[in-house]
């Protein structure tokens, strides 16, 4: 019955781990990073930065989209790309106010 | 305000959600108390969480729906994230314990390892009820400190004359 306890511990230590996500909270600036998961039916992006801290962030009305300089569509965000971000913290919501697609 | 005007999308899960919240508690209890009394709780239990786990899940889709709405109004959307990691915890191991009670009835075990298998169930609803409380209440903090979902009335009422 201990075995079938320890099991049971280890099963649901590793389940939990597994399918939580959680996110990170920065100050204000403008960081760089990756695009790891686009929701395009929230307008939300989650974006891992180099020191491997995940931002969540919803785009806003006020945010800007720009690709090589010029306005991009939400669409043409894509897990995987390199990405500049401008963020305004709020509490601990971080409101983007630019997003730059980098690659 | 009107009836149709109060469901903004985001109501959708306050509406839903209070179900599975009931039905998973009260079945997890009649499935406990039914399996040691050998009772008509036990069935009766099953049922409960077989609908409160489908609950769940619409609850969820329902959260995910208001998600995208409030979540560019919070002053602390990690709380919603972490409501919602624990809500698919709760989602998960109810849907283990259907899938589990379903494999039960249908394959017959020796007495022993049914027996185990049992206990092992109900560890997993006493836990999974834990979490669906913590769950219940980051709920209730989003909406209760953070006015998540919530119209706020102008300071004179007019919008109610």
């Known amino acids: ?103 | 305000m009107n009836f149709l005007e109060f469901y903004r999308s985001e109501t959708y899960h306050p509406v839903t959600v209070h179900w599975p919240i009931v039905l998973l508690t009260i079945g997890s209890l009649f499935y406990i108390i039914g399996y040691f009394k050998n009772n008509y709780l036990l069935p009766a239990g099953k049922v409960l969480i077989y609908i409160g786990t489908t609950g769940a899940w619409i609850s969820i889709y329902t959260g995910n729906l208001a998600d995208g709405i409030v979540s560019r109004e919070l002053c602390d959307p990690t709380i919603l994230k972490t409501h919602e990691n624990f809500a698919y915890y709760t989602a998960y191991i109810f849907s283990m314990i259907v899938v589990s009670n379903l494999l039960l009835h249908f394959f017959k075990l020796k007495k022993k390892l049914n027996n185990m298998i049992h206990w092992l169930l109900m560890i997993f609803m006493v836990a999974g009820i834990a979490i669906l409380v913590y769950a219940s209440h980051l709920g209730g903090s989003l909406v209760y400190d953070q006015a998540a979902g919530v119209t706020v009335p102008s300071s004179d009422c007019r919008e109610f004359e």
């Open chain 1, 1 to 103: 019955m201990k075995k079938s306890f320890f099991l049971l511990a280890i099963f649901a230590s590793f389940f939990f781990f597994s399918c939580s996500q959680s996110t990170d909270v920065v100050d204000t600036g403008t960081y760089t990073g990756t695009v790891d998961e686009v929701e395009p039916e929230k307008t939300e992006i989650y974006v891992e930065t180099e020191d491997g801290k995940i931002l969540e962030l919803y785009f806003t009305d006020a945010t800007t989209l720009t690709k090589d300089g010029v306005d991009a569509e939400f669409s043409e965000l894509e897990e995987g790309q390199k990405v500049e971000v401008e963020l305004e913290r709020i509490g601990k919501r971080l409101d983007p106010i630019a997003v730059r697609i980098l690659e």
